[in-house]
């Protein structure tokens, strides 16, 4: 039996639907997914940080988002080591690596290993996880 991780971050489910908007609700809390280019992050590449829309941890940098074509943003590495939380999925028919904040658990999206840069990572995030600070 897979043991449920201990998040520093932990609100109930009402609180949750209080911090957060309906679509980041969704999207971080119930594992749900954005229709590809309707972000507001997919084609934004302003110098700054994207924190967990969440609870606020640093999760990747400017430098380290590109546009991969897919309809999400789209990153090559996390900020630092440990800040994202890995779990496979095999949701839809598929097998792929789901990623987490590590502060609270909330869904960012999945990370495949087709990125075009040298560490051959693209994470793709959906915008509703993310908030953008300069």
């Not at 934004?44 to 943003?73: H, I, N, R």
Request: charged share 30%; glycine share 12%; proline share 2%.
């Amino acid at each position: 039996m897979k043991e449920k991780r201990q998040y520093t971050v932990v609100k109930s489910e009402d609180e949750w639907k209080t911090l957060l908007t309906d679509e980041q609700y969704r999207v971080l809390r119930k594992k749900g997914t954005e229709r590809p280019f309707t972000g507001e992050y997919d084609h934004f590449f302003e110098d700054g940080v994207y924190v967990c829309a969440g609870c606020g941890q640093q999760l990747f940098t400017s430098t380290s988002k590109f546009d991969s074509g897919c309809g999400w943003p789209a990153f090559d590495r996390e900020i630092e080591k440990g800040t994202i939380d890995y779990e496979t999925d095999q949701g839809f028919g598929m097998v792929r690596t789901e990623i987490l904040c590590s502060k609270c658990g909330g869904h960012l999206g999945h990370v495949f290993d087709d990125g075009p840069t040298e560490t051959g990572n693209r994470f793709c995030v959906n915008s509703a996880s993310l908030k953008f600070k300069q």
